[in-house]
């Protein structure tokens, strides 16, 4: 049978996420449990500002040595492990004949043959791509990005001309890992259509190159002498099996078997929503105003039109699916069928989050004294800050749970990297208004660190804003990456956005995404959507303005029914049956209130709630008691206002600083 019974013993798969600075590999139950994991670090060069290079074959034995120790690690035997599938950052990769690197670096080193997707060499080039108003940028928010594959292309055409002649083979690097892993030249529809600008054909849901985009941007050769060749044929939606699984070297280089099944790969941020948006939640979770899925949609699709993937890291993707085809000004997309199978996507995104955060803590000059405290309690940086947060609110006679209050008069616009969207500025900067001399010390630095947390909250929920208004609902936030593990950065998400924020049972949810393509074409499910019935499940809920920050919650039963059927309106939306705990509303004096307090897997913050074998009960945490509403709604309100004024006053000084030419002085001092 391709469904899985819950009372049947799971099956085994495997996930790889390539990240940005590390491969992490997860094996990980048909139920969603992970059994064992394993990362490893990956290099990344920036030979000239704006220039991040990799290299492929770096990344695949980061691939390979995580594999083999998360194997290892699990007890369980290669032949025990049913499928694997690979998710990865939307990077280009450059092979030549025989496979072999080429380069795509200034440097000239073979070895760097990878531009990273945050790469923003190509701003020209994306310029005179969005000039020619081309039909294609309708499905990109209007505006391609430097981050996509078509301006980076046309780069190495221009600027690297030999590079360009020598490469036998383009790929996304998700694309790239299939490839590797099986020898067959298979792409992923995700990210095709996604950044490589494989389109809707019109009036219809059939999808196909576009000829006359690639000729007018000045990529034809691609079209008339390749024939698509070197940027992909044979095109598949994420999960099917590619070629005949593992070869022979790859299964050799991975520890796994000959023939293991092999998904169709999928980007990152894309994997993040397929280990996030099939968990089931209570019947009272919706907006701020607790009403159930606003919009009154009994179907799976119209539930799961309310609910937003946020994988943040290093970066932020806002993932958000509709049956309808939506167009978002300044949002990727619309995206046939590239997440959701028979769904319409829109990618909304920050393109520097976490390393916003690592850049203005380690640059601070109160940076030592930070990591000295941290170094001495044996804690993570962040929660040595948030602590300090909560210490000064207090200080100030705030109460804890608004110790937003602080930086009434500090604002950040956290563009430090461009805005990706709704913007879709890359040359937007980042700013900080309201700085005192009496900013100092570890009161300054987490003063500015709050202030950036909320300029990137007001940054999301701008994208919220934008798809909401051109006809997305959305109320629930679920959330994976780096920062979902930071208790301020959740807090104020939720405050900023008014949705209810999920955090899912298994912190890992972009290993778990990438374990569902594997799950679905080593044959344990018949869809994706079914093995994301099976494999996803929520752990906290946190409310606006509830008490997250200050680990105040209650917790929640799910008693699931028997999930034999594949159907997601049976094992994933439906309102599951809720028993509530005992307790005072703080969660009692039991300290497994606090999903913190519980070390039982991964660091209690996705794991959270008493780990139980039972998979027909799941623990859930619930953040939810939110006091003077509407006066903290009115605070925010305030700062998201000065925050889309900051954007308006920065165009106006480019403006006025564009009109004042230094060419001149730049030719009379070479005179």
């Given at each position: 049978?391709?469904?899985?019974?819950?009372?049947?013993?799971?099956?085994?798969?495997?996930?790889?996420?390539?990240?940005?600075?590390?491969?992490?590999?997860?094996?990980?139950?048909?139920?969603?449990?992970?059994?064992?994991?394993?990362?490893?670090?990956?290099?990344?060069?920036?030979?000239?500002?704006?220039?991040?290079?990799?290299?492929?074959?770096?990344?695949?034995?980061?691939?390979?040595?995580?594999?083999?120790?998360?194997?290892?690690k699990?007890?369980?035997?290669?032949?025990?492990?049913?499928?694997?599938?690979?998710?990865?950052?939307?990077?280009?990769?450059?092979?030549?004949?025989?496979?072999?690197?080429?380069?795509?670096?200034?440097?000239?080193?073979?070895?760097?043959?990878?531009?990273?997707?945050?790469?923003?060499?190509?701003?020209?080039?994306?310029?005179?791509?969005?000039?020619?108003?081309?039909?294609?940028?309708h499905?990109?928010?209007?505006?391609?990005?430097?981050?996509?594959?078509?301006?980076?292309?046309?780069?190495?055409?221009?600027?690297?001309?030999?590079?360009?002649?020598?490469?036998?083979?383009?790929?996304?690097?998700?694309?790239?890992?299939?490839?590797?892993?099986?020898?067959?030249?298979?792409?992923?529809?995700?990210?095709?259509?996604?950044?490589?600008?494989?389109l809707?054909?019109?009036d219809?849901?059939?999808?196909?190159?576009?000829?006359?985009?690639?000729?007018?941007?000045?990529?034809?050769?691609?079209?008339?002498?390749?024939?698509?060749?070197?940027?992909?044929?044979?095109?598949?939606?994420?999960?099917?099996?590619v070629?005949?699984?593992?070869?022979?070297?790859?299964?050799?280089?991975?520890?796994?078997?000959?023939?293991?099944?092999?998904?169709?790969?999928?980007?990152?941020?894309?994997?993040?929503?397929?280990?996030?948006?099939?968990?089931?939640?209570?019947?009272?979770?919706?907006?701020?105003?607790?009403?159930?899925?606003?919009?009154?949609?009994?179907?799976?699709?119209?539930?799961?039109?309310?609910?937003?993937?946020?994988?943040?890291?290093?970066?932020?993707?806002?993932?958000?699916?509709?049956?309808?085809?939506?167009?978002?000004?300044?949002?990727?997309g619309?995206?046939?069928?590239?997440?959701?199978?028979?769904?319409?996507?829109?990618?909304?995104?920050?393109?520097?989050?976490?390393?916003?955060?690592?850049?203005?803590?380690?640059?601070?000059?109160?940076?030592?004294?930070?990591?000295?405290?941290?170094?001495?309690?044996?804690?993570?940086?962040?929660?040595?800050?948030?602590?300090?947060?909560l210490?000064?609110?207090?200080?100030?006679?705030d109460?804890?749970?608004?110790?937003?209050?602080?930086?009434?008069?500090?604002?950040?616009?956290?563009?430090?990297?461009?805005?990706?969207?709704?913007?879709?500025?890359?040359?937007?900067?980042?700013?900080?208004?309201?700085?005192?001399?009496?900013?100092?010390?570890?009161?300054?630095?987490?003063l500015?660190y709050?202030?950036?947390?909320?300029?990137?909250?007001?940054?999301?929920?701008?994208?919220?804003?934008?798809?909401?208004?051109?006809?997305?609902?959305?109320?629930?936030?679920?959330?994976?990456?780096?920062?979902?593990?930071n208790?301020?950065?959740?807090?104020?998400?939720?405050?900023?956005?008014?949705?209810?924020?999920?955090?899912?049972?298994?912190t890992?949810?972009?290993i778990?995404g990438?374990?569902?393509?594997?799950?679905?074409?080593?044959?344990?499910?018949?869809?994706?959507?079914?093995?994301?019935?099976?494999?996803?499940?929520?752990?906290?809920?946190?409310?606006?303005?509830?008490?997250?920050?200050?680990?105040?919650?209650?917790?929640?039963?799910?008693?699931?029914?028997?999930?034999?059927?594949?159907?997601?309106?049976?094992?994933?939306?439906?309102?599951?049956?809720?028993?509530?705990?005992?307790?005072?509303?703080?969660?009692?004096?039991?300290?497994?209130?606090?999903?913190?307090?519980?070390?039982?897997?991964g660091?209690?913050?996705?794991?959270?709630?008493?780990?139980?074998e039972?998979?027909?009960?799941e623990?859930?945490?619930?953040?939810?008691?939110?006091?003077?509403?509407?006066?903290?709604?009115?605070?925010?309100?305030?700062?998201?206002?000065?925050?889309?004024?900051?954007?308006?006053?920065?165009?106006?000084?480019?403006?006025?600083?564009?009109?004042?030419?230094?060419?001149?002085?730049?030719?009379?001092?070479?005179?």
């Amino acid at each position: 049978s391709s469904s899985t019974n819950n009372k049947q013993p799971p099956s085994y798969v495997i996930g790889v996420d390539v990240g940005t600075g590390s491969v992490r590999a997860g094996v990980v139950s048909t139920s969603g449990r992970f059994v064992a994991s394993a990362s490893r670090p990956i290099k990344m060069v920036n030979p000239v500002p704006d220039h991040y290079e990799q290299s492929s074959e770096d990344i695949w034995q980061a691939c390979c040595g995580s594999v083999r120790e998360a194997l290892a690690k699990s007890g369980l035997s290669r032949d025990e492990i049913k499928g694997i599938g690979f998710d990865a950052t939307c990077s280009l990769v450059a092979l030549g004949q025989d496979d072999k690197p080429v380069t795509i670096s200034t440097t000239g080193d073979d070895s760097n043959n990878v531009i990273v997707w945050m790469d923003h060499r190509a701003m020209d080039q994306a310029d005179r791509i969005n000039a020619t108003k081309h039909n294609v940028l309708h499905y990109v928010g209007g505006c391609i990005s430097p981050e996509m594959e078509t301006p980076k292309l046309l780069w190495l055409k221009e600027k690297l001309p030999e590079s360009w002649s020598r490469t036998s083979k383009f790929f996304d690097l998700a694309d790239y890992l299939t490839y590797r892993a099986t020898g067959q030249d298979t792409r992923s529809l995700c990210t095709v259509v996604c950044k490589w600008c494989y389109l809707p054909k019109q009036d219809s849901n059939a999808l196909g190159w576009d000829a006359s985009y690639f000729r007018e941007i000045g990529l034809g050769e691609l079209v008339d002498k390749d024939d698509y060749s070197k940027i992909g044929k044979d095109i598949k939606p994420m999960g099917l099996p590619v070629g005949q699984g593992l070869s022979e070297l790859s299964a050799s280089d991975l520890g796994l078997c000959v023939g293991m099944p092999v998904g169709v790969g999928i980007i990152d941020a894309h994997a993040g929503g397929l280990g996030l948006l099939g968990a089931r939640l209570p019947q009272d979770v919706g907006d701020a105003t607790n009403d159930f899925e606003t919009g009154g949609d009994d179907d799976d699709e119209g539930r799961l039109q309310h609910r937003l993937a946020l994988i943040s890291g290093t970066s932020s993707c806002h993932m958000a699916i509709n049956k309808n085809q939506i167009h978002v000004p300044g949002v990727w997309g619309p995206y046939w069928s590239s997440m959701i199978p028979g769904m319409w996507l829109s990618e909304g995104g920050e393109s520097a989050t976490g390393a916003l955060l690592d850049h203005l803590v380690y640059t601070h000059a109160a940076s030592q004294e930070l990591l000295d405290k941290a170094k001495e309690a044996d804690r993570n940086i962040y929660d040595v800050l948030n602590d300090h947060v909560l210490a000064m609110a207090s200080r100030n006679g705030d109460v804890a749970n608004f110790h937003a209050t602080l930086t009434k008069d500090l604002h950040v616009l956290p563009y430090f990297h461009g805005n990706r969207s709704p913007r879709a500025d890359p040359r937007a900067c980042g700013s900080m208004v309201g700085m005192k001399l009496s900013h100092k010390g570890m009161d300054g630095l987490a003063l500015e660190y709050l202030a950036t947390i909320q300029g990137l909250a007001y940054g999301t929920k701008h994208i919220i804003d934008s798809m909401n208004a051109s006809g997305h609902s959305i109320n629930k936030i679920f959330i994976t990456g780096g920062n979902s593990k930071n208790r301020l950065f959740i807090q104020e998400h939720a405050d900023i956005t008014g949705c209810c924020i999920v955090l899912p049972r298994e912190t890992e949810a972009v290993i778990l995404g990438s374990a569902v393509l594997g799950a679905v074409a080593g044959g344990c499910f018949a869809s994706v959507v079914a093995a994301m019935s099976h494999m996803n499940h929520a752990s906290v809920l946190v409310r606006p303005f509830s008490n997250y920050f200050a680990r105040l919650g209650k917790k929640t039963t799910l008693h699931q029914p028997t999930t034999s059927e594949t159907s997601l309106a049976s094992s994933v939306l439906s309102p599951p049956r809720v028993v509530r705990d005992g307790g005072d509303g703080n969660g009692g004096s039991d300290s497994s209130s606090d999903p913190s307090a519980n070390k039982g897997e991964g660091d209690g913050f996705g794991g959270g709630g008493a780990r139980v074998e039972d998979e027909d009960v799941e623990d859930i945490y619930d953040f939810h008691r939110p006091d003077h509403a509407e006066a903290k709604k009115a605070f925010h309100h305030a700062k998201y206002g000065i925050f889309l004024v900051m954007y308006d006053h920065q165009r106006m000084y480019r403006d006025m600083m564009a009109s004042v030419s230094t060419e001149s002085w730049s030719s009379s001092a070479k005179a």
